[in-house]
C-alpha cells in the first residue's frame, strides 16, 4: 500500500484496521520517527513505519542559504547519523554540508 493512500485512510477518509484485532490503526511518534500502529499498541504490535529506512526527515528550512551547485534553498535535516544540512531540491541535487565540521588538526601525530 502506497504511504500516501495509507495516511489518508488512517487521517479519516476511510480508516484501515489492524490485521490481527481489527481495530483502528493509528499514526504514533517513536524513537526512530513516525510509524502506524494498532490503537490497541503495545499489546497488539502491529506498526509501520511511515518513513523508510535512510529517508532524512527536514527539520528547518534555510532561507537565507542557497546550495553551491544548484542554487535552491538549503534546509536542515536529521539523518540516521544525525543533524546535516543539505539541498532542498533532493534528490535532484544531492548536495550536503556538515554542521560541525571537525577542525583541521594543529599537531601532527608523533611516530
Known sequence: M???TLFRKI??????????CQSELIIQNGGY???VAC???PKYDYVWPLKQAGESQIIKELPDY???KCGHNLVLKQ???GMFIGCSHYPKCEHTELIDKPDKT???CPQ
Open 39 to 41: 490503537s490497541n499498541y
Open 79 to 81: 539523518g540516521r547519523f
Open 33 to 35: 520517527g513516525p510509524f
Open 11 to 20: 487521517a479519516g477518509e476511510d480508516k484501515e484496521h489492524c490485521p490481527k
Open 106 to 108: 594543529l599537531i601532527g
Open 2 to 4: 502506497q504511504k500516501a
Open 66 to 68: 542557497f546550495c553551491p
